[in-house]
T-cell receptor, first 108, second 114 residues
Framework: RKEVEQDPGPFNVPEGATVAFNCTYS??????FFWYRQDCRKEPKLLMS???SGNEDGRFTAQLNRASQYISLLIRDSKLSDSATYLC?????????FGKGTRLHILP | NAGVTQTPKFQVLKTGQSMTLQCAQD?????MYWYRQDPGMGLRLIYY???????DKGEVPNGYNVSRLNKREFSLRLESAAPSQTSVYFC?????????????FGQGTRLTVV
């Protein structure tokens, strides 16, 4: 079983719509959780951290469910500039584990 | 503020040639990482260094060696390049590999082995 699993997509979503991604992780000792964004041929960059209480940053909401070992990302009022690959990231002692990413295409 | 700097940005090698990818960070981070990214495969960890003086294998270490030269620098060496090592290589660093630590990435090295 892979350590971090994501639906690869692509998700093709009209501009203005709401889109949600989920990610599951296998290591119950995972310590920290993040969503990263990666644009084509660029390096990954942190989008937001994920906390058990849930956290929001503008149009983006992230949620962590430790009991079920999944992480979610919700994007509201999607913009063309949101088109990218979104990587679910989990840290364990000594390492950072990336999911393969979910591709999102926002359609005009 | 440079962050994580990788050199070179592009490289073409012939099968069997060797080369070293350089990575340096100026954020005083303890942990450094080397990943490779192939289409459809996501980021796969090659080696990491939790702190200066230590290195450990990741998911795909075969064909690579690393050196944590000092706290700032973490190099990746291909002793005898193979076409299967054609990939984009990313170096990253973080304060520490555990709790609540964001990873910062270099811009990547695009390596082609012919």
């Amino acid at each position: 079983r892979k350590e971090v699993e994501q639906d690869p997509g692509p998700f093709n979503v009209p501009e203005g719509a709401t889109v949600a991604f989920n990610c599951t992780y296998s290591n119950s000792a995972s310590q920290s959780f993040f969503w990263y964004r990666q644009d084509c041929r660029k390096e990954p960059k942190l989008l937001m951290s994920v906390y058990s209480s849930g956290n929001e940053d503008g149009r983006f909401t992230a949620q962590l469910n430790r009991a079920s070992q999944y992480i979610s990302l919700l994007i509201r009022d999607s913009k063309l500039s949101d088109s990218a690959t979104y990587l679910c990231v989990v840290t364990v002692t000594g390492g950072i584990i990336f999911g393969k990413g979910t591709r999102l295409h926002i359609l005009p | 503020n440079a962050g994580v700097t990788q050199t070179p940005k592009f490289q073409v090698l012939k099968t069997g040639q060797s080369m070293t990818l350089q990575c340096a960070q100026d954020m005083n981070h303890n942990s450094m990482y080397w990943y490779r990214q192939d289409p459809g495969m996501g980021l796969r960890l090659i080696y990491y260094s939790a702190s200066e003086g230590t290195t450990d294998k990741g998911e795909v270490p075969n064909g690579y060696n690393v050196s944590r030269l000092n706290k700032r620098e973490f190099s990746l060496r291909l002793e005898s390049a193979a076409p299967s090592q054609t990939s984009v290589y990313f170096c990253a660093s973080s304060v520490a590999g555990g709790m609540n630590t964001e990873a910062f990435f270099g811009q990547g090295t695009r390596l082609t082995v012919v």
